[in-house]
């Protein structure tokens, strides 16, 4: 079953690449062929198997010949290495379900803000309208993941407001959605995370020279991380309160 959930990774994988890709560029995710994004050539289906322009085209185009660069292959065994460890973890269960749906909007996330330093709305909207339906059936009541949503979006909002230019809008939206999913305990220790790495990672930089005070980090990879770390560390009893 882990290797069979693996696989369904790497599926979902494929459609996080797609929506990586045109997202940002406000193209429509499900209307159109899947395209080379250097040539107007189409893939044929069996390049949409995960992996395959990798094998047989040795990751180039078969029309323009440029390179396919290794973020579609990096999203689909991401998404498949998360995909099994839910299994693991969580076992045939809501909490699975609910880890199916929230990962793929975490690694599109941060594929997404690393590239654009961005978040679209369509994609919080997205994790929104799918998150709270079923955050409240594995909640046993809208109330938690309600509760999750307003404290994650709230903190971050008044943050962006104290200090400005510090958080966009996206971010604070971004927050808000996966609050759904985790509830209010798993969103503190979901921020807690967040914004413990963002330091790290800030001091690091600065200390290596390769950001200035002023310079900006996109701030929703940190985001994805910490929501991570929270749905995998809250397993039910024991964990954040999630019906079982």
């Given at each position: 079953m882990t290797l069979l959930v693996a696989?369904?990774?790497?599926?979902?994988?494929?459609a996080v690449h797609v929506a990586v890709l045109r997202l940002p560029r406000r193209q429509p995710v499900w209307r159109s062929f899947s395209r080379c994004?250097?040539?107007?050539?189409?893939?044929?289906?069996?390049?949409?198997?995960?992996?395959?322009?990798?094998?047989?085209?040795?990751?180039?185009?078969?029309?323009?010949?440029?390179?396919?660069?290794?973020?579609?292959?990096?999203?689909?065994?991401?998404?498949?290495?998360?995909?099994?460890?839910?299994?693991?973890?969580?076992?045939?269960?809501?909490?699975?379900?609910?880890?199916?749906?929230?990962?793929?909007?975490?690694?599109?996330?941060?594929?997404?803000?690393?590239?654009?330093?961005?978040?679209?709305?369509?994609l919080n909207l997205a994790a929104a309208v799918a998150g709270l339906p079923l955050a409240a059936w594995t909640y046993g009541s809208p109330w938690t993941p309600l509760a999750g949503a307003v404290l994650g979006g709230g903190i971050l909002a008044l943050l962006a407001a104290v200090v400005p230019g510090g958080l966009g809008g996206g971010d604070v939206k971004f927050a808000a959605a996966f609050?759904?999913?985790?509830?209010?305990?798993?969103?503190?220790?979901?921020?807690l995370a967040a914004f413990t790495a963002a330091g790290a990672a800030g001091a690091v930089?600065?200390?290596?020279?390769?950001?200035?005070?002023?310079?900006?980090?996109?701030?929703?990879?940190?985001?994805a991380m910490?929501?991570?770390?929270?749905?995998?560390?809250?397993?039910?009893?024991?964990?954040?309160?999630v019906a079982a």
């Amino acid at each position: 079953m882990t290797l069979l959930v693996a696989m369904l990774g790497l599926w979902v994988g494929v459609a996080v690449h797609v929506a990586v890709l045109r997202l940002p560029r406000r193209q429509p995710v499900w209307r159109s062929f899947s395209r080379c994004v250097s040539c107007p050539g189409p893939l044929v289906s069996r390049d949409l198997i995960p992996l395959a322009p990798f094998v047989r085209w040795r990751g180039s185009c078969p029309t323009c010949s440029r390179p396919l660069g290794w973020r579609g292959p990096a999203i689909e065994v991401t998404v498949a290495t998360l995909y099994a460890i839910a299994w693991s973890a969580f076992g045939p269960s809501l909490r699975l379900v609910l880890a199916l749906v929230l990962v793929p909007v975490l690694v599109a996330a941060t594929a997404i803000d690393l590239e654009w330093q961005l978040l679209p709305d369509r994609l919080n909207l997205a994790a929104a309208v799918a998150g709270l339906p079923l955050a409240a059936w594995t909640y046993g009541s809208p109330w938690t993941p309600l509760a999750g949503a307003v404290l994650g979006g709230g903190i971050l909002a008044l943050l962006a407001a104290v200090v400005p230019g510090g958080l966009g809008g996206g971010d604070v939206k971004f927050a808000a959605a996966f609050g759904l999913y985790l509830g209010p305990a798993g969103t503190l220790v979901a921020l807690l995370a967040a914004f413990t790495a963002a330091g790290a990672a800030g001091a690091v930089l600065l200390l290596t020279g390769r950001k200035r005070p002023r310079d900006m980090i996109p701030f929703g990879p940190f985001l994805a991380m910490g929501a991570g770390v929270a749905l995998f560390a809250g397993q039910g009893p024991g964990g954040w309160p999630v019906a079982a």
